[in-house]
């Protein structure tokens, strides 16, 4: 399945805002034997429990401490996710977690950056992609596709 999104897109602004220091990025694919569900409403929904609440929270505190620990906060996520979505059977099939930091230098060199990833069953291209106008004026702005 195909699938070229826009995930993050920054462009800076008449305000000067900061550019991001950090993008991280859940991806999981899931096979479901359910036909298609209003996922809209369920995340609605999932956006107001107490347990998505006190997942976030610790997602972010998570944030300082790296790709690993990230992961770890995440994990509760998913089940989290799993019990609005209700008892159906859906079988996981890949999850990463990706991060880009200014740290690293993944936003240093301009132009598309891309991060294949694969296991048995899913084949996944994350693609990063740098613009900077200061840098290169035919530029003008930073996105991971």
């Keep these: 399945m195909p699938v070229d999104r826009t995930l993050y897109y920054w462009k800076e602004d008449e305000t000067k ?13 899931i096979k ?5 569900r209003d996922v809209g409403t369920a995340l609605a929904s999932l956006r107001k ?9 610790a997602v972010i505190a998570a944030a300082t401490g ?5 992961y770890e906060a995440f994990l ?29 230098g993944d936003f240093d060199q301009l132009g598309r950056h891309p991060y294949p990833q694969r296991n048995r069953y899913v084949d996944m291209v994350t693609t990063l992609v740098v613009r900077d106008a200061a840098r290169d004026p035919s530029l003008t702005t930073a996105r991971i596709v």
């Design 17 to 29: 805002s900061k550019p991001p220091g950090a993008i991280h990025v859940l991806a999981s694919i």
């Design 32 to 36: 479901s034997n359910e036909g298609i």
């Design 49 to 57: 429990s107490d347990d998505f609440k006190t997942v976030i929270k």
């Design 66 to 70: 790296g790709g690993a620990a990230i």
């Design 76 to 104: 509760p996520l998913l089940g989290v996710i799993g019990e609005v979505l209700g008892k159906i059977d859906d079988t996981p099939l890949f999850t990463t977690v990706l991060s880009y930091t200014d740290i690293n």
